[in-house]
T-cell receptor, first 109, second 110 residues
Framework: GDQVEQSPSALSLHEGTGSALRCNFT?????VQWFQQNSRGSLINLFY???GTKENGRLKSTFNSKESYSTLHIRDAQLEDSGTYFC???????????FGDGTQLVVKP | EAAVTQSPRSKVAVTGGKVTLSCHQT?????MYWYRQDTGHGLRLIHY???????EKGDIPDGYKASRPSQENFSLILELASLSQTAVYFC?????????FGPGTRLTVL
């Protein structure tokens, strides 16, 4: 979307490696949410952050409101991590939520 | 146990026909949303609601109506389905901002 620029659009990793996904915001955002869309099309909640960093297993996410970006780090990638990852950010001045266009991740053996 | 459910999970409709997609949540959330996702893209907001008997337009409301008869239920209505409305439709609920999504409904308009 216009307010959320997500990168990269596609990413290929070998099992056991890691990388970072990023969302840049063109306006001030109140909070960010990260989702994984799996092969069945279901949207799985990963993180919700209003600030700082959260970690869950092999995933870690950071949200920096002042510098208008958020990152999702994946380490020790597994085959089941394959899917499309979306960030969604809340506008600071309204209740609207803006989605990025997603990062399509493929994890290879 | 799934807290946001959608029905049907898939549907084939004819152009010009009426389609109703239903969403039910057991999260006790005030906010509910309808999004569409086109292949290879993110989600776009169609309609949302923050209280029963009231709905608001999202970013792409044209061609869609919404109905929120109760806190738990939120419907999306296509009065005259068109080819361009072929997509996957997601419903979500939230207490304020953190959203929880249903499994999606794949709609094909022929």
């Amino acid at each position: 979307g216009d307010q959320v620029e997500q990168s990269p659009s596609a990413l290929s990793l070998h099992e056991g490696t890691g990388s970072a996904l990023r969302c840049n915001f063109t306006t001030t955002m109140r909070a960010v949410q990260w989702f994984q869309q799996n092969s069945r099309g279901s949207l799985i909640n990963l993180f919700y952050l209003a600030s700082g960093t959260k970690e869950n297993g092999r995933l870690k996410s950071t949200f920096n409101s002042k510098e208008s970006y958020s990152t999702l780090h994946i380490r020790d990638a597994q085959l089941e991590d394959s899917g499309t990852y979306f960030c969604a950010a809340e506008g600071n001045s309204n209740n609207r939520i803006f989605f990025g266009d997603g990062t399509q991740l493929v994890v290879k053996p | 146990e799934a807290a946001v459910t959608q029905s049907p999970r898939s549907k084939v409709a004819v152009t010009g026909g009426k389609v109703t997609l239903s969403c039910h949540q057991t999260n006790n959330h005030d906010y509910m949303y309808w999004y569409r996702q086109d292949t290879g893209h993110g989600l776009r907001l169609i309609h949302y609601s923050y209280v029963a008997d009231s709905t608001e337009k999202g970013d792409i409301p044209d061609g869609y109506k919404a109905s929120r008869p109760s806190q738990e239920n939120f419907s999306l209505i296509l009065e005259l389905a068109s080819l361009s409305q072929t997509a996957v439709y997601f419903c979500a609920s939230s207490e304020r901002y953190e959203q929880y999504f249903g499994p999606g409904t794949r709609l094909t308009v022929l």
